[in-house]
T-cell receptor, first 117, second 111 residues
Framework: KAGVTQTPRYLIKTRGQQVTLSCSPISGHRSVSWYQQTPGQGLQFLFE???????NKGNFPGRFSGRQFSNSRSEMNVSTLELGDSALYLCASSPGASGTFLNEKLFFGSGTQLSVL | DAKTTQPTSMDCAEGRAANLPCNHS???????VYWYRQIHSQGPQYIIHGLKNNETNEMASLIITEDRKSSTLILPHATLRDTAVYYC????????????FGGGTRLMVKP
């Protein structure tokens, strides 16, 4: 099976612009979650989508948004970019078969490295 | 969520066992301990998880103390490819796939 695919791998933007990142989960996985990773803050949860519905949301401003399509592919968008948004953005997928979703392993992509200048 | 504490870095000789400790003294009864690792420029990779009992899989063993306040990840025969940052984290019950990592332990396996 192909792994989680994230595009693009690297992105450079300027302050005030917006950006859209894409994630294709492992075939058959229905849950996609997004994370921001920075050296100072570590890995932080952004949001999770399951069957096209946002199921959980982390503590990020409304400039961060996402969506999931019927084929489970997901996109996240960041509007009005700030310097502090520079980070590695990671997408992870899981089967979504368990009712509690507690014991599911997450499979991560290699991430999109976003630099905001 | 319970907070975890790990040493910043550790070294291990190739072929020897690597024992990575994690403190999670505020863990609650229904929270699982998960371990992931991240090799440079890749996404995190799941290693193992457990609730109370010790667990073993093809990658590693997880030893959880009886009071569940700490755990140890054991890589039985470390190789150079095991050089990575290892994250111990606690998953909140019914919180879906919300995952948070702190600083982790940078393991350097040396020849």
């Amino acid at each position: 099976k192909a792994g989680v695919t994230q595009t693009p791998r690297y992105l450079i933007k300027t302050r005030g612009q917006q950006v859209t990142l894409s994630c294709s989960p492992i075939s058959g996985h229905r849950s996609v979650s997004w994370y921001q990773q920075t050296p100072g803050q570590g890995l932080q949860f952004l949001f999770e989508y399951f069957s096209e519905t946002q199921r959980n949301k982390g503590n990020f401003p409304g400039r961060f948004s996402g969506r999931q399509f019927s084929n489970s592919r997901s996109e996240m968008n960041v509007s009005t970019l700030e310097l502090g948004d520079s980070a590695l953005y990671l997408c992870a997928s899981s089967p979504g078969a368990s009712g509690t979703f507690l014991n599911e392993k997450l499979f991560f992509g290699s991430g999109t490295q976003l630099s905001v200048l | 969520d319970a907070k975890t504490t790990q040493p910043t870095s550790m070294d291990c000789a190739e072929g020897r066992a690597a024992n990575l400790p994690c403190n999670h003294s505020t863990i609650s009864g229904n929270e699982y301990v998960y371990w992931y690792r991240q090799i440079h420029s890749q996404g995190p990779q799941y290693i193992i998880h457990g609730l109370k009992n010790n667990e073993t899989n093809e990658m590693a063993s997880l030893i959880i103390t009886e009071d569940r306040k700490s755990s140890t990840l054991i890589l039985p025969h470390a190789t150079l490819r095991d050089t990575a940052v290892y994250y111990c984290t606690v998953r909140v019950l019914l919180a879906g796939n919300m995952l948070t990592f702190g600083g982790g332990t940078r393991l350097m396996v040396k020849p």
